[in-house]
């Protein structure tokens, strides 16, 4: 098989909450008549990225074009799941015409893209881009920082992306990886700070990669797709700093903890809402994102939060015989105090009933 006969895929990573799952659903919305094939990479005990997707509703987000890889994040597990899951993939008799890819927040891309040289799949598939999802508003809020005093500071320094915290250094690993990287969320600042923001993303990013300002994962999918790049083959200057630093040692998501919340007995959805967004602040909560069931709601409502600020949409109804109940993941710097985000967000039940 020839270079040009090669599956392309397309590589979608950034940090928690950037946008990446709402990029997704653009890109399927507006696929033309592609048959793309969907490998969904969660942290957390709950599939609530593929769920997401699959309450799109379109003729691309079919079920069985849908894999879910949640034992791991996808570069902790390249040898044992991710080159058996593209294995398969490519067995099928309809093989897709692009593969997308959406890793986990907690991803550092490099060891992904250095999985398409393994020999069980370099003859089948080739990166078409790498493409990070970078949200400007946390970025404006400077939410790199390890406390809340040096918040204050970054925003008026504008120096989030120096201060070196594992967060930081993840976030400059996924922008060194990208091909093109996805300023989203762009309605959410001034045009001031997106300018601002922008310098001191190129500062970090490798030279020639291009930026696009995009809001609700808004982004021309000419853009997203077809790049051509066969990144597997131009791996110079995308080194991580764990890479840099350890000589290509295997690395750890130590400083992350999530873990999963069910609610059952919610009635309000503002209070619900409330009560979300109360927690996270208390805790120190980086994202939280689910599902919930609101008494005579046909649909189950979706919840995103980064930081404070939480989002809410019914993106489908509820199925037959499906478990309406209130499950949430909640996801954080570890370690996160289980027991008390748990009966924080239980007030939600207690103050509504």
Same mark, same amino acid.
């Given at each position: 098989?020839?270079?040009?006969?090669?599956?392309?895929?397309?590589?979608?990573?950034?940090?928690?909450?950037?946008?990446?799952?709402?990029?997704?659903?653009?890109?399927?919305?507006?696929?033309?008549?592609?048959?793309?094939?969907?490998?969904?990479?969660?942290?957390?005990?709950?599939?609530?990225?593929?769920?997401?997707? @699959?309450?799109?509703?379109?003729?691309?987000?079919?079920?069985?074009?849908?894999?879910?890889?949640?034992?791991?994040?996808?570069?902790?597990?390249?040898?044992?799941?991710?080159?058996?899951?593209?294995?398969?993939?490519?067995?099928?008799?309809?093989?897709?015409?692009?593969?997308?890819?959406?890793?986990?927040?907690? @991803?550092?891309?490099?060891?992904?893209?250095?999985? #398409?040289?393994?020999?069980?799949?370099?003859?089948?598939?080739?990166?078409?881009?790498?493409?990070?999802?970078?949200?400007?508003?946390?970025?404006?809020?400077?939410?790199?920082?390890?406390?809340?005093?040096?918040?204050?500071? /970054?925003?008026?320094?504008?120096?989030?992306?120096?201060?070196?915290?594992?967060?930081?250094?993840?976030?400059?690993?996924?922008?060194?990886?990208?091909?093109?990287?996805?300023?989203?969320?762009?309605?959410?600042?001034?045009?001031?700070?997106?300018?601002?923001?922008?310098?001191?993303?190129?500062?970090?990013?490798?030279?020639?990669?291009?930026?696009?300002? @995009?809001?609700?994962?808004?982004?021309?999918?000419?853009?997203?797709?077809?790049?051509?790049?066969?990144?597997?083959?131009?791996?110079?200057?995308?080194?991580?700093?764990?890479?840099?630093?350890?000589?290509?040692?295997?690395?750890?998501?130590?400083? #992350?903890?999530?873990?999963?919340?069910?609610?059952?007995?919610?009635?309000?959805?503002?209070?619900?809402?409330?009560?979300?967004?109360?927690?996270?602040?208390?805790?120190?909560?980086?994202?939280?994102?689910? #599902?919930?069931?609101?008494?005579?709601?046909?649909?189950?409502?979706?919840?995103?939060?980064?930081?404070?600020?939480?989002?809410?949409?019914?993106?489908?109804?509820?199925?037959?015989?499906?478990?309406?109940?209130?499950? /949430?993941?909640?996801?954080?710097?570890?370690? /996160?105090?289980?027991?008390?985000?748990?009966?924080?967000?239980?007030? @939600?039940?207690?103050?509504?009933?």
């Amino acid at each position: 098989m020839s270079t040009t006969e090669k599956i392309p895929v397309t590589v979608i990573t950034g940090f928690l909450g950037a946008g990446k799952t709402t990029l997704v659903r653009h890109l399927l919305a507006h696929a033309k008549g592609k048959r793309i094939a969907l490998i969904i990479n969660e942290f957390g005990e709950l599939g609530v990225d593929k769920e997401i997707l @699959a309450g799109c509703g379109d003729d691309t987000c079919r079920e069985e074009d849908m894999i879910e890889l949640s034992n791991g994040c996808i570069c902790c597990t390249v040898a044992d799941e991710f080159i058996p899951t593209m294995q398969a993939l490519l067995e099928r008799e309809d093989r897709p015409d692009h593969i997308v890819i959406e890793t986990s927040g907690l @991803a550092l891309p490099q060891p992904l893209i250095r999985a #398409f040289n393994w020999p069980e799949i370099k003859s089948e598939v080739t990166i078409d881009g790498v493409v990070t999802v970078a949200d400007a508003a946390a970025l404006s809020e400077g939410r790199f920082a390890n406390d809340e005093k040096a918040v204050d500071a /970054l925003r008026s320094a504008d120096a989030m992306l120096d201060h070196e915290t594992p967060l930081g250094e993840l976030f400059e690993d996924q922008l060194i990886a990208a091909d093109l990287v996805i300023l989203n969320k762009a309605d959410l600042v001034t045009d001031t700070q997106l300018d601002t923001i922008e310098a001191h993303l190129k500062a970090e990013m490798r030279p020639g990669t291009g930026v696009v300002r @995009a809001r609700n994962g808004h982004v021309d999918v000419a853009a997203l797709l077809g790049m051509g790049l066969s990144t597997e083959d131009n791996l110079a200057g995308r080194e991580s700093h764990h890479e840099l630093e350890h000589g290509g040692e295997g690395h750890e998501h130590d400083d #992350f903890d999530s873990f999963s919340v069910t609610l059952d007995g919610v009635t309000s959805k503002d209070h619900l809402l409330n009560t979300i967004e109360a927690t996270i602040r208390a805790h120190d909560v980086l994202r939280l994102k689910g #599902f919930a069931a609101l008494p005579g709601a046909p649909a189950r409502l979706a919840i995103q939060a980064v930081g404070p600020r939480v989002t809410a949409y019914f993106d489908r109804p509820w199925k037959p015989g499906e478990a309406r109940q209130t499950a /949430l993941v909640v996801i954080g710097e570890s370690p /996160l105090d289980h027991a008390a985000i748990t009966r924080s967000l239980e007030g @939600a039940i207690a103050a509504a009933a």
